[in-house]
């Protein structure tokens, strides 16, 4: 492992900045600036492979590094702002890297800098044989970070899928160990909180999913690999490579919450949490983990209140003890090699890099057998052209008001990992980083882009790719940031009536929770369940909440009395040892009704028959069959057509998704098309 010193930010910020300002020719500039890159940046990373020539180049110490060499280019102040001067600096940087590569293959181990009163980076694109150029941006906290960025990928690995496959796919010995210490500890917890999670967990991977028992039977030869064997539980042995994956990309997420929130200091949050381990044993693991699973990193650094949100693979802190506590540390320090800005350096080969890593971890087969199948990046971009989400469409839309394109409102409704709208953002930021719109951007994005999905590790998954693709704009958002994924399903939020009035019901191993219709109708359930968490918390009365609740909300007595009821049911749980994830997953049930309609619906929605759904979920979603005409399907001379839950999730998006005049683009099962 690297070990990765502290860069002040703010002090290379000052320097360069108080460098180009004092500089009257290109010379000065590059010797000024030159002196900053070195004392400011190179010296505490322990770089010293710096060449001087016309450029400077900056070698790498290791061959799997993200840039095996950074040359920069200086300018002297004001040459970087026009077209021509700009299409010169890049022609001169691609030259500079064709000269030093040698071989068109040694191109992408070079990024090239341009440094004048603003600065520009360019890099070869290896998928699409091109060159590319980001900026030039003015001489900023975030520029700096790109620099810093760009520089220490030098001592750090390419955070790509292949690499991550390699060191922490099933064939790797830490995700053999990691995953069997997980179902050990699983399997063997009488504790009340692990046992509900698990419970639960199961519960809705078996509604966004065609599971069976028999179908994990096939886990088997996964299972021998991992050390286990005799009588398996598959469930708690999915459930294990589920909480391996998810602890994965937590870790990858706040290695992004510390690049882009630390303020002052460039870190490393995997270095820190091994060092918490090393000088704090198994309790200082203990507590940095526990503020990562509660989501008080993402809150701290980048007011993110949603990360960790309804997220089910906590449990293992409560069976965390040294032979776990020793494998976490092992990951961590296996993370600390990779480079987390990757994603903005070559957002090209880092597209969705999750999905990737979990379709080796659980084998093709059993994915499909599922009704889990990932889809395809040349797939999903070609769904993005075919409903008009394609750039040309974004330059059209953008003639007379260029913020008319962040204005489009896009939902995928069963985003797994979040294909769709990754690629879709890629589109989004190329559009605003050409029109000078990119602080503009991510107010836009938090609001229109969004995407539900009903299995827990996917929207996990989905969140951190989201955050992966936007962290280093996330210093432009005002106030508490929300990453718009949802663990929710999008085609039936069940509803009940009675003397009451009606409610909206949602079903979950520890029983049913009834919210007030008209509490959902009036927007204020969020501000509810942060006065239900912080009253149970405080060991309130029944009474005493309602009085609360009361005087702040003006509400009725219908209302009062069944959020009272909802009140005990979460002081039980509370005193069983069964609380702490209610109010977010109720949260994110409602997400479909609040977020409203928008003009383009786009993804791959599960295809799984009617006969492999669960009993109960059968039983509620009948009347929607019902519905929309789909209990009886008859194909053209193809006999009786199964019906498949895809053609469900088209019909109710069509109903309530979709704006008048927006559209729609679906990968569905051919026997749709023949129904």
């Known amino acids: 492992m690297v070990e990765l010193a502290s860069v002040d930010v703010d002090e290379v910020l000052t320097c360069i900045r108080t460098a180009v300002r004092l500089a009257q020719n290109e010379e000065e500039v590059r010797v000024r600036v030159s002196k900053c890159i070195e004392e400011k940046i190179l010296k505490p990373l322990g770089i010293t492979q710096v060449g001087h020539y016309e450029y400077t180049l900056i070698s790498g110490v290791r061959v799997d590094a993200l840039y095996g060499h950074?040359?920069?280019?200086?300018?002297?102040?004001?040459?970087?702002?026009?077209?021509?001067?700009?299409?010169?600096?890049?022609?001169?940087?691609?030259?500079?890297?064709?000269?030093?590569?040698?071989?068109?293959?040694?191109?992408?181990?070079?990024?090239?800098?341009?440094?004048?009163?603003?600065?520009a980076f360019?890099?070869?694109?290896?998928?699409?044989?091109?060159?590319?150029?980001?900026?030039?941006?003015?001489?900023?906290?975030?520029?700096?970070?790109?620099?810093?960025?760009?520089?220490?990928?030098?001592?750090?690995?390419?955070?790509?899928?292949?690499?991550?496959?390699?060191?922490?796919?099933?064939?790797?010995?830490?995700?053999?160990?990691?995953?069997?210490?997980?179902?050990?500890?699983?399997?063997?917890?009488?504790?009340?909180?692990?046992?509900?999670?698990?419970?639960?967990?199961?519960?809705?991977?078996?509604?966004?999913?065609?599971?069976?028992?028999?179908?994990?039977?096939?886990?088997?030869?996964?299972?021998?690999?991992?050390?286990?064997?005799?009588?398996i539980d598959y469930d708690a042995f999915l459930f294990s490579i589920h909480t391996y994956y998810a602890l994965i990309m937590k870790l990858l997420a706040a290695e992004i919450a510390y690049l882009y929130g630390q303020g002052k200091w460039l870190r490393s949050y995997v270095?820190?949490?091994?060092?918490?381990?090393?000088?704090?044993?198994?309790?200082?693991?203990?507590?940095?983990?526990?503020?990562?699973?509660?989501?008080?990193?993402?809150?701290?650094?980048?007011?993110?209140?949603?990360?960790?949100?309804?997220?089910?693979?906590?449990?293992?802190?409560?069976?965390?003890?040294?032979?776990?506590g020793d494998a976490i540390a092992e990951v961590a320090r296996r993370l600390a090699d990779y480079e987390p800005a990757t994603p903005h350096l070559e957002p090209e080969s880092t597209r969705d890099l999750l999905k990737k890593l979990y379709q080796y971890l659980v084998p093709r087969d059993i994915r499909h057998s599922l009704g889990e199948y990932y889809t395809p990046d040349w797939l999903a971009e070609l769904v993005l052209n075919e409903v008009g989400l394609t750039r040309e469409a974004l330059e059209e839309l953008g003639k007379d008001n260029p913020l008319k394109p962040l204005e489009i409102r896009v939902l995928d409704p069963a985003c797994g990992s979040g294909t769709f709208l990754i690629m879709y953002l890629k589109r989004l930021r190329e559009y605003a980083e050409e029109h000078f719109l990119i602080d503009e951007l991510i107010s836009y994005v938090l609001k229109n882009v969004v995407g539900y999905d009903l299995n827990p590790l996917a929207v996990l998954a989905a969140r951190t790719n989201y955050l992966l693709a936007i962290g280093d704009l996330l210093t432009h958002a005002r106030g508490q940031v929300e990453i718009p994924i949802y663990l929710a399903d999008s085609i039936l939020v069940e509803t009940k009536s009675d003397l009451r009035g009606q409610s909206y019901v949602l079903r979950t191993t520890v029983g049913n929770f009834e919210i007030p219709k008209s509490i959902v109708d009036k927007g204020i359930l969020s501000n509810i369940l942060q006065d239900l968490d912080m009253a149970v918390r405080n060991k309130y009365t029944a009474n005493e909440f309602k009085q609360m609740i009361q005087i702040r909300y003006g509400l009725d007595e219908v209302e009062i009395e069944s959020l009272g009821l909802l009140y005990i049911t979460f002081l039980k749980l509370e005193e069983e040892g069964k609380n702490h994830v209610w109010t977010a997953i109720i949260r994110n049930a409602?997400?479909?009704?609040?977020?409203?309609?928008?003009?383009?619906?786009?993804?791959?929605?599960?295809?799984?028959?009617?006969?492999?759904?669960?009993?109960?979920?059968?039983?509620?979603?009948?009347?929607?069959?019902?519905?929309?005409?789909?209990?009886?399907?008859?194909?053209?001379?193809?006999?009786k057509v199964k019906r498949d839950l895809a053609m469900l999730f088209l019909a109710r998006s069509l109903h309530l998704y979709v704006n008048e005049g927006g559209n729609i683009g679906f990968l569905l099962p051919f026997t749709a098309f023949k129904a």
């Open 70 to 119: 950074v040359i920069i280019e200086y300018k002297a102040p004001g040459r970087l702002s026009t077209k021509s001067d700009i299409a010169k600096a890049k022609e001169q940087v691609i030259r500079y890297i064709c000269e030093e590569a040698k071989v068109k293959e040694r191109y992408r181990n070079f990024i090239g800098v341009i440094i004048s009163d603003r600065i």
């Open 271 to 324: 270095a820190e949490l091994e060092n918490a381990y090393l000088q704090g044993g198994i309790n200082g693991l203990k507590q940095v983990l526990s503020d990562l699973e509660s989501g008080g990193i993402f809150a701290r650094l980048l007011n993110i209140v949603n990360f960790v949100e309804g997220d089910y693979f906590s449990w293992y802190l409560e069976e965390l003890d040294k032979g776990l």
């Open 590 to 639: 409602f997400a479909p009704i609040l977020k409203g309609k928008f003009d383009y619906v786009v993804g791959n929605p599960p295809w799984i028959n009617w006969e492999n759904l669960p009993e109960s979920y059968r039983e509620i979603s009948k009347s929607l069959w019902k519905e929309y005409h789909l209990t009886t399907i008859r194909g053209a001379g193809l006999g």
């Open 122 to 231: 360019v890099r070869y694109d290896f998928r699409e044989d091109s060159w590319v150029l980001r900026g030039p941006y003015d001489i900023t906290r975030e520029t700096v970070i790109k620099l810093v960025e760009a520089i220490r990928g030098l001592q750090r690995k390419s955070l790509e899928a292949d690499a991550l496959i390699r060191d922490f796919g099933p064939a790797s010995i830490i995700a053999r160990k990691v995953i069997k210490l997980l179902y050990e500890r699983l399997t063997r917890s009488n504790n009340p909180r692990v046992v509900t999670l698990f419970s639960d967990w199961k519960r809705l991977f078996t509604q966004a999913t065609g599971y069976s028992p028999e179908k994990l039977k096939k886990l088997k030869s996964m299972a021998k690999d991992c050390g286990i064997s005799g009588d």
